[in-house]
């Protein structure tokens, strides 16, 4: 293995520092940021676990955030959906699919829909 060359020691380290700051912080616009600067860092392969832990920390915020909403609209889903023939996760599950450019199966999933997605096509 060929020895780590001083620069990349110096890199490696102002990484690990700035890591240390990141970790510190809560989950938000500040996390985000940082972690985007982050992107054209140099860091050793510890740095890059640590990095990869935020962003992880940080999508498991943003999926939990997400759930509020979702919840809200299956509350009042069912107004708009007797319109359509359709029940409320249904309704939401397709306006989901349609908006984010994912399966319908997916959106179908991620309301709780417990039909057969492959049976309620629009």
Not at 3 to 19: G, K, Q, S
Not at 30 to 48: C, E, I, P, R
Not at 102 to 108: H, N, V
Request: hydrophobic residues 50%; charged residues 20%; contains cysteine.
């Amino acid at each position: 293995m060929e020895p780590i060359h001083p620069t990349d020691e110096v890199l490696y380290a102002r990484a690990a520092a700035r890591l240390d700051e990141l970790e510190q912080l809560p989950v938000g616009p500040g996390l985000y940021a940082g972690l985007v600067a982050l992107q054209a860092t140099a860091m050793d392969s510890a740095g890059a676990v640590r990095v990869t832990a935020l962003w992880l920390r940080f999508a498991a915020h943003c999926e939990a955030r997400s759930m509020i909403p979702t919840v809200e609209a299956l509350r009042s889903g069912d107004l708009l959906a007797e319109g359509f023939g359709l029940d409320a996760p249904e309704l939401i599950a397709h306006e989901l699919a349609a908006m984010t450019s994912t399966a319908y199966a997916t959106a179908s999933s991620r309301v709780g829909n417990p039909r057969k997605p492959w049976r309620h096509a629009l």
